[in-house]
């Protein structure tokens, strides 16, 4: 079973960037599609990105596409999400999850209830 740790949330204004990182440990990285959710306070937890196993393949929610990259490395059991123009609503408690199986990271996206999870980090966004 995985073990996903998440770091780098903060405190950042408006138009400011943040990286977020996601140590797995306790399985075999590369044979898990990886992505990021959050949840917002009120709000139920939204799918905001993805990557497959191999990497080559992405998604992206609608409301970060073109502001947020999803990338990993493999070598290092490590995924990242690179948050730029960041925007007030993009405050939330981000979560890391982990997917085995085949097509990992499709089912990631569509049936999240059996992911594999972090604990969260907090990213707020000030005016």
């Known amino acids: 079973q995985v073990q996903l740790v998440e770091s780098g949330g903060g405190l950042v204004q408006a138009g400011g960037s943040l990286r977020l990182s996601c140590a797995a440990s306790?399985?075999?990285?590369?044979?898990?599609?990886m992505g990021w959710f959050r949840q917002a306070p009120g709000k139920e937890r939204e799918f905001v990105a993805s990557?497959?196993?191999?990497?080559?393949?992405?998604h992206y929610a609608n409301s970060v596409k073109g502001r947020f990259t999803i990338s990993r490395d493999n070598a290092k059991n490590t995924v990242y999400l690179q948050m730029n123009s960041l925007k007030t609503e993009d405050t939330a408690l981000y979560y890391c999850?982990?997917?085995?199986?085949?097509?990992?990271?499709?089912?990631?996206?569509?049936?999240?209830?059996?992911?594999?999870w972090g604990q969260g980090t907090q990213v707020t966004v000030s005016s």
């Open positions: 999850a982990a997917r085995g199986g085949p097509a990992s990271e499709l089912y990631l996206r569509i049936e999240p209830s059996d992911n594999y």
């Open positions: 990557i497959a196993r191999g990497g080559a393949n992405t």
């Open positions: 306790g399985g075999t990285f590369s044979s898990y599609a």
